[in-house]
């Protein structure tokens, strides 16, 4: 969401919160010199801050509940449609060149209602082109991905025009075919508008060179030297076309940082390599008869037996005859074929050690996953099986069951990044990397609007996972809080806005702020729950496309809750609670805690309250629950500030036992700028020491 629309959505809250008081300045008479002015106290007073309770809806969003295509349950619609698209792509690598050259052919079925008068195509590649809009530097350059032929619908388009060809919606301007096609993402016109649940076809002839990357990450793509090559992003795509965008077709040009929005489909793909040349990829080897040797093959046919490691290829295997076939005129072509995925990637090497184990999937059995290094990074890559076997495990159990037939796992430049049943990364990175299948692979956000959907989902379960692996307690405590020490920095963007132009916060709001906004809905409503529903939710919308108001909705109704405050400050506004311990007094045997809380956003009051070891009995209050003999845990829920009030006061009544210690959000999870007043009483600070003159 851009900032003009968030203003729009806040102006009718704000006028409403307002109007009684703008009403009464307006219609009361002036005072005369004469006249006593009147007390501030005479003229109504509003709220000391207004809590908003609900999310802000965007046009877009609102025609998708109008339609039926999502539904305020955060589920999908009785009419919900999305595209299907069909990729059959041939490609070559050319290793004197690093050329991959590659024909395809496109099927996809327009499932809305609506017609298409256009085709948007994605060419990464082109993000190497030395004029490309980029969000980062990048010493890299090549000439992008040049198209020499296009097929629409059996219409050949004249890709080397110099006339031009008319914009769609712009009949009086034109613009070259050719210089069209050097942009990341191009709208394509097409011959005859392609009608509603009907299909279409794009044929496309294409090439590029395989940017060399030496000691940089390579923007998920690249080679180093001419020995090993990771190829994603590299062949024409059709954009998403969905109910939520004004004209449907995904049109965000690739920048470099934020990431993908896919269609999902089947792909069935041949690469033409070398032959000793080891191809690792999305999907399934169709024809390991033709390019693996027998040794090789019986190897991979004992995968499933056990949870042990085993060499399919060893450095000493490398080469024709040893790690693959011959071939003819020494070249293999390797057929892959992948269902329901919204991507294909694929990395080669003459140099790669092939390493092979299982992950047992709940429900299904076990799964084979792959891992191929060079033989340098043996060491490197060694705890590699264990990491993965284990993320596809937890996570399978964490969420829903690994969907995918198999994973592979490649040494390269890119040392983290995912697609579909493959990923390229080092050790460090493969738990974060394999957690990738489930969001975005699995559950299909839009990760270039909404990084958190996906990044931060994956950094949060991360956090599970790591624990769980290495047989220690997870902490989510903590995270919520230390929002405080960020909300207010005015280079900080909302989460729900568009994170392809989030500047130089968008590590944080892609990464690093759902994890605490995950931890703050625990303190809400428990972690556990927060793990129930939010399996709940991936489930519903396994092979679909929800948005940030299918999640929030989804949610709050998982949880039972609403939850439409939570959802506004986290989501859209960059806003924090900022509590403290105002007072503590006792008289009698109640004592009575104030409690202030400076922020905008609002949260539960929880204390943690430690009583005197000995005196009269402790009486359990209704809303606490004693951690032990001598420490209770008071709740009380966010509702207390829905009058708008920023101070509130708990009333402790345990049966005149002596407190001596109360803690405001002891567990952390609320953001909040300094915790040392949260503390009562207060720690002295040390005295200074005096000396003589």
């Not at 449907?248 to 040349?277: K, R, S």
Request: aromatic share 10%; glycine share 8%; net charge neutral.
């Amino acid at each position: 969401m851009n900032a003009r629309a968030l203003t729009v959505l806040a102006v009718p809250s704000l006028l409403a919160i307002f109007s009684p008081l703008a009403s009464a300045q307006t219609t009361a008479t002036a005072p005369s010199p004469n006249t006593t002015k009147p007390q501030s106290s005479a003229l109504p007073k509003g709220p000391e801050r207004a809590i908003r309770r609900d999310i802000p809806m965007t046009n877009g969003i609102r025609r998708a509940f109008a339609a039926g295509t999502r539904d305020s349950t955060g589920r999908p619609g009785r009419n919900y449609w999305q595209l299907w698209t069909d990729y059959r792509i041939s490609a070559r690598l050319d290793t004197a060149s690093s050329i991959v050259s590659g024909h395809e052919v496109i099927t996809f079925r327009n499932n809305s209602d609506s017609t298409m008068r256009s085709v948007v195509l994605r060419l990464d590649q082109n993000i190497f082109r030395p004029d490309a809009a980029r969000t980062d530097l990048m010493d890299v350059v090549t000439t992008g991905m040049k198209i020499t032929r296009l097929v629409v619908n059996g219409q050949s388009l004249p890709v080397t025009d110099t006339l031009g060809t008319p914009i769609p919606g712009t009949p009086r301007r034109t613009a070259p075919l050719s210089r069209i096609l050097r942009q990341t993402v191009v709208r394509i016109p097409v011959p005859s508008p392609i009608a509603a649940h009907s299909s279409a076809t794009v044929e496309a002839d294409w090439s590029f060179e395989v940017p060399r990357i030496e000691g940089q990450r390579g923007f998920r793509m690249g080679r180093w030297a001419d020995t090993l090559y990771q190829v994603a992003q590299w062949y024409p795509r059709v954009t998403v076309f969905d109910d939520l965008r004004d004209g449907g077709w995904d049109t965000d040009p690739y920048l470099g940082n934020a990431e993908f929005y896919n269609n999902f489909g089947h792909f069935d793909v041949n690469i033409d390599v070398p032959a000793g040349w080891i191809v690792g990829a999305t999907g399934v080897l169709q024809n390991p008869a033709e390019v693996l040797t027998p040794t090789v093959r019986d190897r991979l046919s004992h995968v499933l037996e056990s949870d042990s490691t085993r060499r399919i290829v060893t450095a000493a295997e490398r080469g024709p005859g040893k790690s693959t076939a011959i071939g003819t005129n020494g070249r293999l072509v390797w057929h892959f074929a992948a269902d329901t995925v919204g991507d294909f990637a694929w990395a080669t090497s003459n140099q790669f050690v092939w390493d092979a184990s299982r992950a047992t999937i709940p429900g299904r059995g076990p799964v084979p996953f792959n891992i191929l290094y060079l033989p340098g990074h043996a060491q490197a890559y060694a705890d590699g099986p264990r990491i993965v076997g284990h993320a596809l495990e937890f996570y399978s159990k964490l969420w829903m069951p690994y969907a995918f037939p198999q994973l592979t796992v490649v040494d390269g430049p890119e040392l983290g990044m995912e697609y579909p049943m493959f990923i390229m990364s080092a050790v460090f990175a493969a738990d974060h990397e394999t957690g990738h299948q489930w969001w975005p692979m699995m559950v299909g956000v839009n990760e270039t609007w909404y990084g958190w959907m996906d990044e931060g989902f994956n950094q949060y379960m991360n956090i599970l996972s790591d624990a769980d692996r290495e047989n220690r307690q997870y902490k989510l405590d903590s995270l919520g809080i230390s929002y405080g020490r960020i909300s207010g920095n005015e280079l900080e963007p909302p989460l729900m806005w568009d994170g392809n132009y989030a500047g130089p916060f968008y590590g944080f709001q892609a990464y690093g702020k759902a994890p605490l906004m995950l931890s703050a809905l625990g303190g809400v409503v428990g972690d556990s729950a927060v793990w129930r529903a939010m399996s709940d939710y991936a489930k519903a919308w396994r092979f679909k496309h929800p948005s940030p108001w299918d999640y929030a909705n989804f949610m709050s109704n998982a949880l039972h809750q609403d939850l439409g405050w939570f959802w506004n400050y986290w989501l859209f506004t960059t806003e924090s609670v900022d509590e403290s311990i105002q007072d503590v007094k006792t008289s009698g045997r109640r004592t009575a805690v104030t409690i202030r809380q400076n922020g905008q956003m609002p949260s539960p009051v929880i204390l943690k309250v430690e009583f005197a070891p000995s005196g009269a009995t402790i009486r359990p209050m209704t809303n606490s629950r004693m951690l032990d003999a001598n420490t209770a845990l008071v709740t009380y829920p966010v509702d207390v500030w829905f009058t708008g009030n920023r101070t509130f006061i708990a009333n402790l009544d345990f049966g005149g036992r002596a407190i001596t210690r109360v803690t405001l959000d002891p567990n952390g999870r609320f953001p909040d700028r300094d915790a040392s007043d949260n503390v009562w009483p207060r720690s002295q600070p040390a005295a200074r020491p005096t000396t003589g003159r």
